[in-house]
């Protein structure tokens, strides 16, 4: 058995302190650190949060410890059994490393627990201990308890290191609900200030799950535990097996059971409902390269396109099934995806394959020129989603849907442990067409539109393109008119508009600006914060001379 122990020892200096105890070690045993987390494709380098790495043998005489590379340990020992301590800088706030300070802790094992070399398999045992100086503090997280009552620190156990890895953890004093999804235990804890209405929270998360579950035909967790961090400005989200964490602002949650579901709030529960789908996509249904996975290192698949576009077109879906939201919501959620994509002229020059392999450096490491260079795997791989929904049900007069597609993914691969190659989705898709699916797919390997257009009109949707309104237009709803615009995003500043990045084939990049210039004056006269809306006087083909 490896034993581990965590503590926040210091939080106001962000500091947890990890112990290891290794039994029977090999007599050159290494230890190593992921250097990224699953869900979120870019190395990481967690190892550069490890301070004070040291061992001891059962006498707890010191023991030299040699350094391989950035994240990976050497000790040389006949000891019988290795104790290692180390401390973990924790001042990330996302919800892919860690954080630690006096109001709340967090953690994802994969950036604080060391993993033994040889031993990764083996089944584990984790004591978290409580900061000395709050004595009030609950904690959240569905690893297994061996130890210790419900929300309190106590002593769990793992099945082998990816197990322990794939269960964060929250700690501090946060709110708590519950509600049960087709018979299973749903529990829901939110940490930081807000005023949110839990049992609204709470039904419209159930009714989101039931639809899912029942899509599926079972939950692949005995639990399930949304963690949510409310924040004054925040957003994102990472799965795992058997919880999600989350990041949410406080204007996203509800604060009646009466209020309607505005903006926001159908934002956070999206972001639920994309989180919990991806319990079966990705968690389980997940690409044959990522089993098991290889966290020293980028991992590359194809596929990321199924496992993020797909997830993407159900979020939304699932919470208008859920009747969350109408219609009229549905569909401008849905523009707003269409436009996000239409907007980036990287899409005529990156197909979603090429997109999802280069995930670890392009997708996850966007610069200013990333809108002009890239295309989403989320955004357009869930447009692509839509596109196979429709030509199916059109063919089969409605007997199948993408939802049968999913299902014989779990049934024939995700139920069994066994991981998709390049062409399993297209394998099972073609079953159910009845026919070669091969012109299809092949909008996976090339940058041409998708024609939703056409298939969009035959379910009684007419689909338009209309010139953006500013910046700040997302897409969706009816507007007359043009407006003329930049083609830039900017900021101000005190002397005018610093250009943040420019897209291509627009009015900005045909004047030759650039990312990083600053933009002072237009006509003679100081630009500011309302440039675009100052522009609205002049007509298309004018021209203005810029400083």
Excluded at 123 to 131: D, G, K, M, R, T
Excluded at 295 to 312: F, M
Excluded at 483 to 504: D, H, M, P, Q
Aim: hydrophobic share 35%; glycine share 6%; charged share 20%.
């Amino acid at each position: 058995m490896i034993s581990y122990q965590i503590c926040p020892i210091d939080p106001h200096a962000h500091l947890f302190e990890v112990k290891i105890t290794i039994q029977a070690p090999a007599p050159r045993q290494e230890l190593w650190l992921p250097s990224w987390i699953p869900g979120s494709y870019m190395v990481r380098d967690f190892c550069r949060n490890i301070i004070d790495l040291k061992a001891f043998d059962e006498q707890e005489r010191p023991l030299s410890i040699t350094q391989l590379d950035k994240q990976r340990w050497q000790i040389d020992s006949n000891a019988e059994s290795l104790h290692l301590r180390y401390s973990v800088y924790a001042w990330d706030m996302s919800v892919r490393s860690a954080h630690l300070d006096q109001t709340h802790g967090f953690f994802n094992g994969s950036s604080v627990f060391l993993a033994v070399a040889g031993k990764e398999l083996e089944p584990l045992e984790l004591e978290i201990q409580p900061p000395k100086e709050e004595a009030n503090w609950q904690l959240a997280t569905t690893l297994s308890r061996t130890e210790g009552e419900e929300w309190q620190f106590g002593r769990f156990s793992a099945a082998n290191y990816d197990e322990l890895i794939d269960h964060p953890v929250e700690m501090g004093t946060f709110t708590h609900g519950s509600f049960e999804a087709c018979g299973v235990r749903h529990d829901v804890i939110l940490t930081g200030r807000h005023r949110c209405h839990m049992p609204r929270l709470l039904d419209d998360l159930k009714a989101i799950c039931e639809s899912q579950i029942r899509l599926f035909g079972e939950a692949p967790f005995e639990r399930y535990l949304f963690m949510t961090q409310v924040l004054g400005n925040g957003f994102g989200g990472l799965e795992h097996r058997a919880s999600t964490a989350l990041h949410c602002s406080r204007k996203d949650l509800p604060l009646s059971m009466e209020m309607p579901v505005n903006k926001d709030y159908r934002t956070y529960l999206s972001l639920c409902s994309h989180e919990y789908f991806h319990s079966w996509n990705v968690k389980r249904i997940k690409p044959a390269s990522f089993i098991p996975y290889a966290l020293e290192a980028e991992s590359y698949t194809r596929q990321l396109w199924a496992y993020e576009g797909i997830t993407s077109y159900y979020d939304d879906l699932m919470t208008l099934r859920a009747n969350r939201i109408s219609n009229e919501q549905y569909l401008e959620m849905l523009s707003q995806t269409m436009t996000r994509v239409y907007r980036m002229p990287g899409r005529q020059l990156q197909s979603l394959t090429e997109s999802s392999f280069n995930a670890w450096t392009k997708f996850y490491k966007q610069d200013e020129n990333a809108a002009n260079a890239i295309v989403s795997y989320y955004t357009k791989g869930a447009l692509f989603a839509l596109y196979l929904d429709l030509t199916l049900r059109l063919e089969t007069q409605g007997k199948y849907t993408l939802d049968n597609l999913m299902q014989k993914l779990w049934q024939a691969f995700g139920s069994q442990g066994i991981g998709t190659e390049d062409d399993s989705h297209r394998r099972l898709y073609e079953e159910l067409l009845g026919r070669d699916a091969s012109a299809e797919f092949a909008f996976l390997d090339n940058t041409q539109e998708l024609p939703l257009a056409p298939l969009l009109a035959q379910f009684g949707i007419e689909m338009q393109l209309r010139s953006a309104q500013g910046a700040q237009d997302q897409g969706g709803g009816d507007v007359e008119g043009q407006k003329i615009g930049l083609g830039a995003r900017y900021k101000a500043e005190a002397l005018g508009l610093r250009i943040v990045s420019v897209t291509n084939g627009s009015a900005a990049h045909s004047a030759g600006l650039a990312a990083q210039d600053l933009l002072i004056a237009a006509n003679g006269l100081q630009v500011g914060a309302l440039f675009e809306n100052e522009l609205q006087q002049y007509e298309p083909g004018d021209s203005l001379e810029l400083h």
